[in-house]
């Protein structure tokens, strides 16, 4: 057989069609770059010959391009003298593909007809196909398939020479020792007993056999081992059964359960009490502190006031002065008061309201609960809200800092303008207003410091021009005001009045915060939940509660609280409005007005934190008896928790005896219980096993097994002499093996002398490949050679081998995918003529990438161009 041309459409990369034409009878070479199909085409070629065309497994997927389609192949080929066109069409659908034979332009056969036909042309490697010995794809030159291809060489030896007949037998030998294998085969494999084989059926019979033999043994046994179990169980079960156990682990129970159940009535009354104490405690220090804080506040009021007084008198001889601003500090003051009072009044309101509240929950244990759950509600939503407004606005500290910063200003700005430059204007009669300041009218007999200078504007005299000098007191002026900036802007406030009252805020919010919580502690000391438990555990159909309080009526009185409240701190706003307004009429005498105003601010923040409070004497006793009330509480809840913890019993203890004495009873029954049905269980089985004479039927499977034994024995006696016959012809054989490789030697040794004169090579006799090398003297095994030279003897053999198969009638080409990989620039010209000259009698392609190494192999040279595109 001759390839004549070759055709791919939808191959890989070669998504058009394209065509190898010209095909010569001798050496064909096509050189082409890496990546242009050359490998493409030896697999393309692969699979049309050995290939059915319906299948679509990985090997014919892999020949389709990314972008899709159907592969088809087309290869023209000369056998006999006749010309023949094969074309395979493979498809995705499992089973739809097809194949066509043409001779000349008659359709010569096609589907199976076709495959059969190409079968019978060329055998597929595995089935001894001569192809597997001389189609060599990229980069395997050498005999990686040596195992495949075995039985090609042996049957190609087998042929070839026919004097090997009078020596070992020939094909005779080969048919005996192809009955005794397929003896073998029928009973072994390589790797034992072959399936449904007759030594398969005599092991499993005979293993299916000594397994029953034991199972029923071990029923035997099991049957009575049951037999001694029931006993034992019944014995069990009459023990735990017992009417004496019984009543004792009743009676253990009950009481171990009655001083649990006392232990923890009497732990809930202890915790009730610590609760109680706890709060005591909290109770009494948030009232320490706010006495505290009374107290200081009053002695602060005391000195203040006494300051105060000694400032007023000074200020007294230049009342006239001042009596304007006096008028409107006296109205702010009045404001204030009336402020006050109405603060007062709306707290006094308050105050009978929730008296009335607390008066109104002795009406029943029901309408208490009630009360106790709205009231908690309510002041849950209060403490949120408390606590959001107590962690907004400035804290202690920074209002401390705040009004040390405003009074270092205020005594900075009272300093520049005492020691700055100023003057006194005195007119004549109807020249008041004359004179000017930077265009502002001067009023007559005050004096005005000017520590800044100015121009005096003075009509028909001219003007004059004031130099301050050295501007004393103005580097302490602007570091106070930047003092007060930063800590303003610390406070997050932009004005004094701003920074007071989120302070006040804040402490007062703070306060009501504690008080909140104090009294959501008392409303629901164990939590809102358990009041409501408690509410639904009362029994229906009580008397509702007459005059309860209404929820919306005390959030109006606090609203009114809080705006009362508001208007205080505005008419406080409003009277330092008005302090200020009198120093600006007081700048001359500043020095004295310095420390009035110090005195009389420091007055202020007492009044302001007092204000509200009512009588302070009052306000004192009323604190005084309250916190002498609140340590007598304490010290009678300690003593209350003390007794009770002196005569507590132990709850753990007294929870493990009962839960060892729930869990000893619990244990009991489920004994019972599995007792009963364990006894349920063996009855039935010994029944079943007792019905089924396993005892008769253990005596039959005995003698089955020793007979299933005994044909066991004698297909293994076959088995054995069946392998022992193989052994022996085949070393009949391999002693007669050398005159068998003779015919490969003869036609390699011409080959072999172009690489090394004085080579010889020698083949395995039972492989037919090359496992020595002998050359100058010494010999080399083939596994030590390099690879190019491993590369070079493979590549000779396998011309050997082809020109066996051509003289032996059965021709066929050598296609060869870069085979020479490894062999340097010296060794392949001599590799180029082994080939130019085996191709005298033979087909040869050769496809490589090396386009100048092999310029010089000569051959006709082919190329891969698209169909219709002349060559």
């Keep these: 057989m001759k390839i004549r041309a070759i055709r791919l459409e939808n191959i890989r990369r070669f998504t058009d069609p394209v065509e190898i034409t010209g095909i010569g009878t001798g050496l064909n070479v096509l050189a082409a770059p890496n990546e242009q199909g050359k490998s493409t085409i030896f697999d393309a070629l692969h699979a049309v010959f050995f290939k059915d065309a319906k299948s679509w497994d990985k090997d014919i997927r892999a020949l389709a391009p990314r972008a899709g389609g159907e592969p088809r192949v087309e290869v023209e080929i000369e056998r006999d003298g006749r010309s023949y066109r094969l074309a395979k069409q493979f498809q995705k659908a499992s089973g739809k593909g097809d194949v066509r034979i043409w001779q000349g332009n008659s359709l010569f056969l096609q589907s199976d007809a076709a495959e059969a036909w190409l079968q019978s042309l060329i055998k597929s490697p595995k089935e001894g196909g001569p192809s597997g010995l001389l189609w060599v794809r990229q980069g ?61 059926l005599a092991m499993t019979e005979a293993s299916s056999l000594a397994a029953r033999e034991q199972e029923l043994a071990a029923k035997v046994q099991e049957l009575r081992g049951q037999l001694d179990q029931r006993q034992d169980l019944r014995r069990g079960l009459a023990d735990l059964q017992d009417p004496e156990t019984q009543r004792a682990l009743e009676s253990r129970l009950r009481q ?13 009354k202890l915790n009730t009490a610590e609760q109680a104490l706890r709060n005591a405690k909290l109770l009494l220090e948030n009232h320490n502190g706010a006495l505290d804080a009374f107290v200081a506040l009053c002695k602060d009021r005391v000195e203040a006031a006494q300051a105060q007084g000694e400032a007023a008198a000074k200020l007294k001889q230049i009342a006239e002065v001042l009596e304007p601003a006096q008028s409107q500090l006296k109205q702010a003051e ?27 929950q002795a009406a029943g244990q029901r309408r208490a609960l009630q009360k106790a759950l709205e009231q908690a509600r309510s002041v849950m939503q209060q403490v949120a809200r408390l606590k959001a407004q107590a ?6 500290a920074t209002m401390a800092r705040v009004e040390t910063a405003r009074e270092a200003l205020a005594l900075a700005s009272q300093a520049q303008q005492m020691g700055a430059f100023a003057l006194t204007i005195t007119y004549e009669p109807g020249q008041e207003g004359q004179v000017t300041l930077d265009g502002a009218s001067l009023a007559g007999g005050a004096r005005i410091p000017l520590p800044k200078g100015g121009r005096l504007e003075a009509p028909g005299l001219g003007h004059i021009d004031l130099h301050p000098g050295n501007d004393a007191g103005s580097d302490q002026f602007d570091q106070a005001q930047r003092g007060l900036t930063a800590a303003l802007e610390a406070a997050g406030c932009k004005t004094v009045d701003a920074a007071r009252q989120a302070h006040q805020s804040r402490q007062e919010a703070g306060i009501r915060l504690e008080e909140a919580e104090g009294q959501l502690q008392i409303l629901a000391p164990e939590g809102v939940m358990v009041l409501m438990q408690r509410l639904d555990e009362l029994p229906e159909g009580e008397p509702e509660p007459q005059g309860a309080l209404d929820d919306e009526n005390l959030e109006q009185l606090e609203a009114a609280l809080f705006a009362r409240r508001a208007d205080l701190d505005r008419a406080a706003t409003a009277l330092e409005q008005a302090r200020q307004s009198e120093a600006r009429h007081r700048l001359d005498l500043e020095g004295t007005r310095v420390s009035h105003q110090a005195a009389q601010q420091r007055l202020e923040r007492v ?35 003390l007794a009770l913890q002196q005569d507590a019993p132990d709850l753990a203890t007294a929870r493990a005896r009962a839960v060892r004495a729930t869990s000893e009873q619990a ?35 005995r003698d089955q097994l020793i007979a299933a034994q005994n044909r066991l024995t004698a297909v293994e006696f076959e088995v054995s002499v069946l392998r022992r016959l193989d052994l022996a012809l085949e070393q009949a054989r391999s002693a007669a093996q050398e005159a ?28 037919v490949l090359p496992d020595q090398l002998m050359r100058a003297g010494r010999e080399e095994s083939f596994d030590s050679l390099s690879g190019g030279t491993q590369e070079q003897i ?16 059965q021709p066929a080409p050598i296609i060869l995918d870069d085979a020479i990989v490894y062999t340097d620039d010296a060794r392949i010209e001599k590799i180029f003529d082994a080939l130019t000259l085996q191709a005298d009698e033979m087909q040869i392609l050769v496809f490589t990438c090396r386009q100048k190494s092999f310029r010089a192999l000569g051959g006709t040279q082919l190329s891969i161009r698209p169909i219709g595109v002349p060559a």
């Excluded at 219980?673 to 004479?693: E, F, K, N, P």
């Design 794 to 809: 493979a590549l000779l053999v396998r011309l050997a081998f082809a020109r066996l198969l051509a003289r032996g009638g």
């Design 667 to 701: 244990a009991t029954r489920e004994a019972t219980q599995a007792h009963l049905r364990d006894l349920a269980v063996l009855d039935s089985r010994i029944a079943t096993t007792a019905g089924m004479a396993v005892e008769e039927e253990l005596a039959e499977v």
């Design 391 to 396: 962690a907004s606005g400035p804290d202690r």
């Design 256 to 268: 171990t359960q009655q001083e649990l159940q006392a232990a923890e009535q009497y732990q809930e």
């Design 140 to 200: 395997l030159t050498n005999f990686a398939d040596a195992k495949e291809t075995l039985a090609a060489r042996q049957d190609l030896m087998s042929s070839v020479a026919g004097e090997v007949d009078s020596v070992t037998g020939g094909q005779r030998m080969d048919a005996i020792r192809r009955d005794v294998r397929q003896s073998l085969d029928r009973l072994v494999t390589s790797r034992g007993a072959k399936k449904g084989g007759a030594l398969e």
């Design 607 to 641: 009044e302001a934190a007092l204000a509200g409070r009512g009588d302070i004497g009052d306000r004192r006793a009323a604190l005084q008896y309250r916190q002498e009330e609140l340590r007598q509480d304490l010290a009678s809840q300690k003593a209350r928790c």
């Design 334 to 360: 009045q404001d204030l008061a009336t402020a006050s009072a109405a603060t007062q009044a709306a707290e006094t309101r308050l105050a009978q309201m929730q008296r009335a509240e607390r008066l109104a």
């Design 740 to 767: 068998y490789i003779g015919p490969v030697l003869q036609e390699l040794q011409p080959l072999l002398r172009l690489l090394w004169p004085e080579a010889r090579l020698g083949l395995d006799a039972g492989q």
